[in-house]
T-cell receptor, first 111, second 112 residues
Framework: ETGVTQSPTHLIKTRGQQVTLRCSSQ?????VSWYQQALGQGPQFIFQ???????GRGNFPPRFSGLQFPNYSSELNVNALELDDSALYLC??????????FGQGTRLTVV | SQQGEEDPQALSIQEGENATMNCSYK?????LQWYRQNSGRGLVHLIL?????REKHSGRLRVTLDTSKKSSSLLITASRAADTASYFC????????????FGAGTQVVVTP
């Protein structure tokens, strides 16, 4: 158990819809990073939040957005879903410069 | 482009044997972390090795880091069926703590 929890576990959405994924970080961790993992590939960095501010972004379009709350939990929002957005979405929490621990992920299927 | 590249892509061994996989990267790093993933679930943290360290151990795991060759290796000794999983290395550079770059992973199958 890492103490990092993600919800929901699985989700099916229709193309064009919007989705919100949630991540509760481990106690004492102020940094949350989000990753997208397509089937058979390694995770790809989406963005990171540090103390409620976005702190870097990968090569993802603006329809991928996020938030971090004062308790350091975080949300990932994806608008105008496309079929290629189907993937496992992972969040990782850490304190600055310590090990990063991942949640179990949210499996998103876009139909 | 991917920073970490694991090698081999797949590895099949029998219980009790050792498993070795390698990770190569392209640019200087702050740290390198190894993770395990079972059947498309979340990543389980195995070991963090910092750029000024050369070797770390954790139970049956041994990780080495050679910054001159920009490579790392993960050795699992006396493997068990439960070690069947995909293994990833994750690197970060500069001020980009936690903004990991992953390779495609090494898929390890341990047969009883």
């Amino acid at each position: 158990e890492t103490g990092v929890t993600q919800s929901p576990t699985h989700l099916i959405k229709t193309r064009g819809q919007q989705v919100t994924l949630r991540c509760s970080s481990q106690s004492g961790h102020n940094t949350v990073s989000w990753y997208q993992q397509a089937l058979g590939q390694g995770p790809q960095f989406i963005f990171q939040y540090y103390r409620e501010e976005e702190n870097g972004r990968g090569n993802f379009p603006p329809r991928f957005s996020g938030l971090q709350f004062p308790n350091y939990s975080s949300e990932l929002n994806v608008n105008a879903l496309e079929l290629d957005d189907s993937a496992l979405y992972l969040c990782a929490s850490s304190a600055w410069t310590t090990e990063a621990f991942f949640g179990q992920g949210t499996r998103l299927t876009v139909v | 482009s991917q920073q970490g590249e694991e090698d081999p892509q797949a590895l099949s061994i029998q219980e009790g044997e050792n498993a070795t996989m390698n990770c190569s990267y392209k640019t200087s790093i702050n740290n390198l972390q190894w993770y395990r993933q079972n059947s498309g679930r979340g990543l389980v943290h195995l070991i963090l090795i910092r750029s000024n360290e050369r070797e770390k151990h954790s139970g049956r795991l041994r990780v080495t880091l050679d910054t001159s060759k920009k490579s790392s290796s993960l050795l699992i000794t006396a493997s068990r069926a439960a070690d069947t999983a995909s293994y990833f290395c994750a690197t970060d550079q500069g001020d980009s703590w936690g903004k990991f770059q992953f390779g495609a992973g090494t898929q390890v199958v341990v047969t009883p």
